[in-house]
């Protein structure tokens, strides 16, 4: 006899994330299972963030993470769970902090597993400042 | 006002504590960490205040949470940057935020990770978005995170938080120095990348706090940085990963079941002055050429031991103890916090500047054995306190203490405890002065310890305390259970020390109000095990006597010879032990009875009210309950005719019942309690 384990659903997953104290990281096989994440993520309501900034000015929103917008994903992720973030706009010099309604909020971070184990081996523990994880 | 009475204004006096219960206590303008006040800011209008309501449920656990807040507000408080090293579990930027929030303080954060950009930090030119009309600049100089934090503004306090230290660039920690540099000089950091401006700063309105997890340990690119780099901070190493006490409690109380209770102890508090004292005013403090020449010998000491990796030989992060600025610490923390007792001070400074470097609790007791010897000895008849503040401080009965002759300690006596301090250390010897200031007893004659050098060393093998038991309180009642419970009560409830009996009425009526009321230790010295000996766990009493025969000829008397009354008990034992073992299976009562009056029980166990007189003489000096999981079984009986058992000494304090003579349990052992 064999067990099996039931992958959770993105949906379920996101159930998860919904009012978590830390941040949910999706991470897809390649830029294709990607798109395919951030179509389904739309569907659900999700919206997508272009700046880590803006991240927090909607209920749920998600941010894919590109190389050159690793750091500011991954001192978003660390902060959130210390009540509050706050992210510096290096264009505009200015910083903008906020405290996170946990409650009400549901914050996705999107990337390709090769982007993560680069990012990893940079010395941006993602997995260890995210919440929950997802792959499929 | 005469020139004494001014004198006596100046001198350092107590500081004022306004809430040593609460750890953590608030009041209008204020938070009480462990006793340090840090005040609120008068402007909290700002995005960069974190929100209270955030930190609801932030758990003050005992071992990290508050020790930390305790440590960081010292530093706070005196403006020094402090440069936290652990694991990423413990919730560093959380308790510095949730304190930020309390205080009402701004924070600027900054993570280092990846960071290679001074300007992100500092500033720099950026393209005026307000530009409207032609003679408006191009360009603006626009702050950066540290930058905004230095900037004083009217009411406002800041802290910046540089997280991921160990993870920054180079020319990052180079500058960052700088900034340092000029937070304790109180003078200007010079914007470099704005060559026009100097940033006037003041440590008082800005605390700079530094956070690292271990480098190596599983943390990536995190590499140690360089000691000389450390010592413009104030290191504090935290545990790796969670304690394994801390977690428990932190999960019982995430969980909402009810977390074992924490003894929040006074001696995690610490105690700032209102107003600190002057450098001139510290040669006024009774002992401190004498300290001041121990604390040398103990920085040299500390620093051989750091050198040849004697402490923190397992520590990734490589630190010094630095010959400049440890003194100044140290001596800033006895102005800001010296509490009437220069040598409780002082060791407080030295655990926190010391002690708090390293991360074992092996190394901090070796660290601690040092500093247990930063003390200055009064002569007899001497204080190291000031008159008025001893008064303050023992708790004793003043009336008793002021009617009854001064304690002899001065001859043979004085040397012996002198001897015995040295073989078993200072925490482990209870002479005529403990009892004084737990009981409120000043004896008219001490008499001498019996023991020899020779039994003092095994008896420091054996970890064994010295005691010295009286047998009436300073009315010349019987000190007995009830008399105790009085002088402690009160005693321990203004120290916060918690409870002596669990439930004093549950033990009158158990063990009887004649017993209770009457019954005392026996006047004498004793060496008493402060915990069970291990083999004689899970034994009868029987077994147990035998583990306290072979206990006695292989450590006690290792190469000794037996005294007489030992030889005859031992040998009585023998005679009878055949007979005792019937007995306990057909009448263990007669059992009982018997093996209570054997020579050999009388003179190695405890009865009640020794027990009681021993584990309370170690908590009211060091702040630690002996027996605290385990029961050790007494020669007492109770009216049933079983043979006592005390132990499980908790906060709610000490705990008892009777045992028949033939049961065994594991957390039942006897604690070897000699007194000849």
Known sequence: MTTQTKTPSLEEFLNVTAGSKEVGLIIAKDASQLDGFTRSLDGMGFKRSDKVADLSKLQKSYFVIDEGAAKDAYDFAVQYPSGQVEIFDKEQMQSQSFSPDYGSLNLVLVVVKDDLNKLQTKGFDLLSAVGPAFQS | MTPDQERQNDAPKTPEVAAEKEPIAESEVGISYLGVTLEKAESTDSQFVPKREQYADFINDKEVALPLQRDVAVAFLSGEPLLVDGGTSLGKTTTVRKMASELGWEVHYANLNGATDVEDLMGRYIPNPHKSKPEDPEYIFADGKVTSGLRQEEGKVK???????????????????????????????????????????????????????????????????????????????????????????????????????????????????????????????????????????????????????????????????????????????????????????????????????????????????????????????????????????????????????????????????????????????????????????????????????????????????LVLRVDKTPDGKPMSMEAMNEILVKKWKKEGKGEIFNSADWWKNWIGEEFFSKEHPRLGWALVSKDVLPESLSKNYLEQTEVIIKTLKEKAFKDLELPEEYTEAITEFESKKKKLAELMDSDWQEAAKQLSALKITQLTRQNIPEAVYDVAMYHDKNNERLLADKYTWLSSLDPGGRLVRLGEFGAEGVDGFGWEPGSRDGGLGVSLARRL
């Open chain 2, 159 to 465: 802290v910046v938080i540089l997280d991921e230290f160990n993870a920054s660039a180079p020319n990052i920690l180079i500058r960052l120095h700088e900034v340092l540099d000029a937070l304790e000089r109180g003078s200007e950091v010079v914007l470099s990348e704005d060559a026009s401006e100097a940033v006037q700063v003041n440590k008082s309105k800005t605390k700079v706090i530094a956070l690292m997890n271990p480098p190596g340990k599983g943390y990536f690119g995190r590499e140690p940085l360089d000691p000389a780099q450390l010592r413009r901070w104030v290191y504090k190493k935290l545990p790796s990963e969670l304690p394994e006490g801390t977690f428990s409690y932190a999960t019982d109380a995430l969980f909402g079941a009810t977390p074992e209770s924490q003894n929040i102890t006074p001696d995690m508090f610490l105690a700032a002055r209102e107003q600190a004292l002057t450098p001139e005013q510290l040669q006024e403090i009774p002992g401190m050429a004498e300290v001041l020449e121990k604390y040398k010998e103990f920085h040299r000491a500390s620093k051989e031991l750091l050198k040849s990796r004697k402490v923190a030989e397992d520590q990734p992060q490589p630190f010094t103890y630095d010959d400049r600025m440890e003194p100044r610490r140290v001596r800033d923390f006895v102005l800001r916090f010296y509490n009437g007792d220069i040598n409780e001070t002082f060791q407080q400074a030295l655990r926190y500047y010391y002690s708090n470097k390293l991360e074992t609790d092996v190394d901090k007791k070796k660290l601690g054995e040092l500093i247990r010897l930063v003390e200055y000895k009064p002569k007899v008849g001497e204080s190291k306190r000031k008159g008025l503040e001893r008064e303050e401080k023992t708790g004793a009965p003043e009336t008793k203490r002021a009617a009854t002759p001064e304690a002899k300690l001065e001859g043979p006596v004085a040397e012996q405890i002198e001897a015995a301090i040295e073989k078993l250390g200072r925490e482990n010897v209870f002479g005529p002065q403990e009892v004084e200031k737990t009981f409120g007893v000043r004896l008219a004659e001490v008499p001498d310890v019996p023991f020899s050098i020779e039994e003092l060393e095994r008896a420091e093998k054996l970890g064994q305390m």
